[in-house]
């Protein structure tokens, strides 16, 4: 994967919940993607909850589409 690139609307939502790009780079470049679309959710210190990745994969081309903090279905 060369490229990252990040959807209008997961942009949105990184700012939103305060979800660096860096962090979400940091979390796919260290994932071996293939092609298609993937539903990431990892655990990352500084976060109450984990984070959500849709991510979608084309050749060399990893587009972001959402990013969130999973809220639902966790048990407090």
Do not use: C, Q, W
């Amino acid at each position: 994967m060369k490229e990252i690139r990040f959807s209008r609307h997961a942009r949105r939502r990184a700012k939103l919940y305060n979800i660096s790009e860096s962090l979400v780079s940091e979390i796919l470049a260290s994932m071996r993607l293939r092609a298609g679309e993937h539903e990431i959710i990892r655990i990352v210190p500084g976060f109450r909850y984990p984070l959500k990745i849709i991510v979608s994969v084309e050749s060399d081309i990893a587009m972001v589409i959402t990013n969130y903090p999973l809220k639902r279905g966790m048990k407090k």
